[in-house]
C-alpha cells in the first residue's frame, strides 16, 4: 500500500504574525509546524501502513525552510518526501493543486492520498479537492472516523450539531483529515534521528512548468485583525452588573 | 448590475437564518444586482417569500434524476449547470459544513478561484475579505475569474430585508455523475439543538465549568436569549461536552452577534473561532485573565453566581 500525504509547512497557531509590508509576513521570525489538521492524515497514514505493510510519502509545495517541517513528520514515521519548492510566501490553491498533481504523478500514483481538513494559515478549505477533480478521482473532507476495507473507504464526518454524515468512496481517493479520527504520535528521540536520514527529493516549482506568479486568487492585502481595546469593566455587587450588563446588552448594543 | 447566485441551504425544509446574510451580500453594494436563490429538491413555492423578502427575484428549484441529496459530486456538478445556465457574475453560499464542501467541488469542476469563509464581500471589485492565521490577521483576496466563488462566514454579514417580486423556477440539468462518493447515513445528533455556527447568540463555558451537568446552567440561560451553548478545547478535552460543541481552531467558527464566555481564559486558539462575533462578554474570577484584554464587556466573578443572576436578570 503506498499512501501520500500532503502536508503544509504553517505557522504554529501560537506564534504571533508579524506583518512585513502589504502582502506578507516575517517568515523567518515565527515557529512553524505540520499543519494541525495534516498530522491527523499523517498519522493514519502511518498506522495504515504498519498494519498492511507499504509506504508513506509527504508530499509538500513550500518554502526550502518546510524541510524542517517535513522532518517532523518523517519522525511521526513517514518514509521519504517529496518538497516542491516555491520562492514567495503564499501560493494560490489553484497552482498548489498543479504543483502536487505533476509530483504526486511522477512519484506514481499512490492508493490513499491524505490532507488535513484545511490549512490553519490561509485557511482556503479547497486545495484537496481541486487535486481530486485534477486526479479524477474522488474526495471526501472533514473525516473524523474511517475504515478501509479494500477498495473501499467508509467515513463519517461531522455535518451540524452532533450530526454525522455516513460516506464511502471507492479507493484511490482523497481523505481529507480532522480532529477525531486519530491522536497523532509523539515521535520518539530514536524516531528524529532516523528521520534526518530519509530522503527528500527537492523539485522546484518551475522545472514543473508552473508559474508561480500565475495565481488567480491573489492577496492584496494582509493585516492585522482589529483588536478590541481592553473590556469596559462592569462593577458593583453581581446583581448590580448583571443588571448593568442587560441594559447594556439590550439598549446600547441591541443585541439581545 | 450583477447577477448573483446564492446556494440557500435548508433545515428541516426551512430556510436556515444565516442564508439572509449571504442574500444582503448577494445584492451588492449598490443593492441593484440580480439574486436567484438555488434550492436542491425543495418546495420552492412554501419558500419563496421568505427569499423574495431579502431580494431573491428568481428561485430556482435544482432537480435531477439522480440522488441529488446522498451525492455531494452531484450536487455540485448540477450547482456549476445552473451559474452556466443563469449566466451569474458571481456565486455565494454557506461556510458551513455542507455549504464549503459544495463549494469547494464546484470551484473544482469549474476550475474558476473561489475564496472560502469570507467575512465580507465586494462583488463588483471579485474581492473578499477573510482570516488567516486564525483570526490573526484579515487577507484581502481578489479574483481574477469568470464567475466569483465565495462562501461566507455564517452571520458575519447582517441581514437587511429588501422585497421584490419573485417567481419560482425548476431547473433539470443533464449532467453526468460517476462519482463514487456516497453519503450512505446520516446519524443525527441525538439533540435537536441549534447548531453553533447559526446561533445569533452563543453562551459558553469553559474548564470552570467543572462537570458536565454544570451546562445546565449554561442552558438555562441560553434560552432566554434564544442562544446555543458553546465548550472550550479544555472543557472538551476534560469530558465536560462533547466535541461538537467545542468553539476555536480545532473547533467552530462563530460569528454571533452576542458571545458569552463563562470561565474562559481566553486562548488564541479559542480566539481563533469567534473573534469576529459582534460582542464579546468574558465572566471570569482572574480579573487578570487574557480574555479581559480582548473583550468587550468584562464581569470578575464566580460563573455559578454571575451566570444564574445572570439568567434572573433576563426572566
Ligand atoms: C493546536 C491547538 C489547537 C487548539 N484549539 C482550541 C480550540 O479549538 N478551542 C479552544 O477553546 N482551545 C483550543 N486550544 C487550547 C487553548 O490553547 C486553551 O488551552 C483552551 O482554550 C483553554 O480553555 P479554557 O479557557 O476553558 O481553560 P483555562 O485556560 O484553564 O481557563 C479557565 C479560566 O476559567 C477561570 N475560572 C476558573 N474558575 C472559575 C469560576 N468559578 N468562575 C469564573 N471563572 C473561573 C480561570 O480564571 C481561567 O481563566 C488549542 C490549542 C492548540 C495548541
Known amino acids: 500500500m503506498k499512501i501520500c500525504v500532503c502536508i503544509k509547512h504553517v505557522p504554529d497557531t501560537a506564534a504571533n504574525i508579524k506583518l512585513a509590508g502589504e502582502q506578507g509576513f516575517e517568515d523567518s521570525e515565527c515557529k512553524f509546524v505540520v499543519n494541525p489538521y495534516d498530522e ?170 508552473i508559474d508561480e506568479g500565475a495565481g488567480k486568487s491573489v492577496l492584496v492585502k494582509l493585516e492585522a485583525t482589529p483588536e478590541r481595546s481592553g473590556a469596559k469593566m462592569l462593577e458593583g455587587s453581581v446583581t448590580e452588573q448583571v443588571a448593568q450588563l442587560v441594559k447594556i446588552l439590550k439598549e446600547e448594543e441591541k443585541v439581545i | ?84 445556465e443563469y449566466g451569474l457574475d458571481a456565486l455565494l453560499g454557506l ?27 465586494d462583488i463588483d471589485g471579485k474581492t473578499g475579505v477573510k482570516s488567516h492565521f486564525s483570526g490573526k490577521t484579515f487577507a484581502t483576496i481578489k479574483l481574477d475569474c469568470g464567475i466569483m466563488l465565495a462562501t461566507v462566514r455564517p452571520n458575519a454579514i447582517e441581514p437587511a430585508e429588501a422585497s421584490v417580486d419573485a417567481e419560482v423556477i425548476s431547473f433539470s440539468p443533464s449532467v ?29 463555558g469553559g474548564r470552570a465549568i467543572k462537570a458536565s451537568e454544570n451546562y445546565k446552567m449554561l442552558e438555562e440561560c441560553a434560552a432566554l436569549l434564544g442562544a446555543a451553548v458553546g465548550a472550550s478545547r479544555a472543557a472538551v478535552d476534560a469530558g465536560y461536552a462533547p466535541h461538537s460543541m467545542q468553539v476555536g481552531q480545532t473547533g467552530k467558527t462563530v460569528s454571533p452577534k452576542l458571545y458569552i464566555a463563562c470561565g474562559v481564559s481566553g486562548a488564541v486558539q479559542h480566539f481563533a473561532g469567534m473573534k469576529t462575533s459582534k ?22 466573578g464566580d460563573i455559578f453566581e454571575v451566570v444564574p443572576a445572570l439568567t434572573e436578570a433576563l426572566r
Open chain 2, 95 to 121: 461556510f458551513s459544513a455542507t455549504g464549503r464542501d459544495i463549494f469547494a467541488r464546484v470551484a473544482a469542476i469549474m476550475d474558476e478561484p473561489m475564496i472560502s469563509d469570507c467575512i465580507s464581500v
Open chain 2, 176 to 204: 453526468e455523475n460517476n462519482s463514487t462518493v456516497k453519503i450512505i447515513e446520516v446519524k443525527k445528533g441525538g439533540t435537536e439543538k441549534l447548531d453553533l455556527t447559526e446561533a445569533p447568540v452563543i453562551v459558553t
Open chain 1, 40 to 209: 491527523y492524515g499523517l498519522e493514519e497514514s502511518v498506522s495504515l501502513v504498519e498494519k498492511n505493510g507499504g509506504e508513506v510519502v509527504v508530499v509538500t509545495v513550500g518554502k526550502e525552510a518546510a524541510t524542517a517541517t517535513i522532518r517532523s513528520a518523517m519522525a511521526m514515521g513517514a518514509h521519504r518526501a517529496i518538497l516542491v519548492k516555491t520562492e514567495g510566501q503564499f501560493l494560490d490553491s489553484a497552482l498548489t493543486c498543479k504543483a502536487l498533481k505533476a509530483a504526486i504523478e511522477k512519484d506514481g500514483t499512490p492508493d490513499i492520498i491524505f490532507t488535513g481538513k484545511g490549512s490553519v494559515d490561509t485557511e482556503g478549505f479547497q486545495t484537496q479537492y481541486r487535486l481530486a477533480a485534477a486526479l479524477g478521482i474522488p474526495v471526501v473532507n472533514e473525516v473524523s472516523k474511517l475504515t478501509v476495507d479494500g477498495s473501499k473507504a467508509v467515513m463519517e464526518r461531522e455535518t451540524g450539531s452532533g450530526e454525522r454524515e455516513v460516506v464511502e468512496m471507492t479507493l484511490p481517493g482523497i481523505i481529507g483529515a480532522t480532529k477525531g479520527l486519530n491522536e497523532p504520535r509523539y515521535p520518539k528521540f530514536p524516531d528524529i534521528m532516523k528521520a534526518k536520514k530519509k530522503p527528500i527529493d527537492v523539485i522546484p516549482l518551475s522545472d514543473l512548468g
Open chain 2, 1 to 84: 448590475m450583477a447577477k448573483t447566485g446564492v446556494l440557500i441551504e435548508l433545515g428541516d425544509g426551512k430556510v436556515k437564518e444565516t442564508n439572509f446574510g449571504v442574500l444582503t451580500a448577494a445584492r451588492g453594494a449598490s443593492g441593484d444586482n440580480e439574486v436567484c436563490a438555488f434550492v436542491m429538491n425543495a418546495d420552492a413555492e412554501a419558500i419563496k417569500s421568505e427569499l423574495s423578502a431579502y431580494g431573491a427575484s428568481k428561485i430556482v428549484n435544482i432537480t435531477s434524476s439522480g440522488d441529488l441529496g446522498a451525492s455531494p459530486d452531484l450536487q455540485a456538478a448540477s450547482l456549476a449547470a445552473a451559474a452556466k
Open chain 2, 279 to 300: 460582542i464579546i462578554v468574558g465572566i471570569n474570577t482572574d480579573k487578570d485573565a487574557p480574555i479581559f484584554a480582548k473583550c468587550d464587556y468584562g464581569i470578575v
